[in-house]
């Protein structure tokens, strides 16, 4: 049984693995994860944005670029029991080969201050004499930690979304993980084009909390213990808008119904909501009003040819006395 070391692996190695099935660039699938931001989170994206509008990210080393420009991202889109950590050690053992080393970064579920069960994983671009494809490397990684979460719940596909980062620029992998039980798993992956924390921080900082929030509401407590499953008979993501945690409001005609009057709306002649027909309290003393010319009209008392003077109600009908 081969060991393998996820931070050298390539893709020659990765192909003879497992069965590795890369689908076309699909710009729907990445724009219906987007969540959208609210006020804290547009300070923080200002707070960073001051750090890396004017720096040369080229020249910084690995540590700080983690700690300064994409940890930070990962934080902000913590919900939880959503956590962000790094330095994440795994180990999954598969029938003919093991796949084992450290995880640049994940998201996870963490209860208890635990090692999250990771469903996005992160891998950091290396550099120097090690340094080597981080593509592959992820693909390794996402289909280590659906072998780890498989061992937990029987269930396939195992369906878990990453990232690769070189320097400042982020790319998104959704990858759906089959036969981990097998000798040579099959491995299906769609890649998101590249973004530019620098000048597209509020997008990848939308998509991070898309992907927590889709993720959270697809996973549930283990029924065995104090541990947290995915939610495999609910399908996860599909290439239509989910509804990524956020009330969604759907507008309703209402031709025909009647409606409570708001301030400033046009007086009603609804007899509930018009002042002339409030009743008067108990005991309120009559006030002399002009008569009104319709109930005048139905007692025989108004004329229609008096209807232009006032005083003609007064005149007696017929002849003029000579």
Known sequence: MSRITLSQITDDTLRTLVTLRERRFQPELWNSLAAPLDDTDRQELTLLHRFIRDRSLTRLNEATLWSRVIFPLLMMAEAPPAEAWAGIPIRAEFPAFVLEGV?????????????????????????????????????????????????????????????????????????????????????????????AARVEAKTVLGLLKGIVLRSLAAWAPHP???AWCPLYGVPQLRLRKPNCGVPQLRLRESAGRASIPRPGDAPTSSRRYNPRYRRKPHGHAPTSRRPNPAQMRRQGGLTSASRSRPDAAATPSGPAPV
């Open 224 to 226: 065995e213990g104090n």
């Open 103 to 195: 995880l640049d970064g994940v998201i996870g579920i963490s209860l208890s201050g635990n090692l999250p069960r990771p469903f996005f994983v992160v891998a950091e671009a290396k550099r120097g004499m090690e340094a080597g494809d981080s593509q592959p490397q992820l693909f390794a990684e996402l289909i280590a930690v659906a072998r780890t979460n498989w061992e937990v719940v029987n269930t396939v596909p195992q369906e878990l979304l990453g990232c690769y980062n070189v320097g400042d620029y982020w790319t998104f992998v959704h990858a759906q993980a089959d036969g981990l039980d097998t000798e040579r798993p099959t491995l299906e992956v769609t890649v998101s084009r590249e973004y």
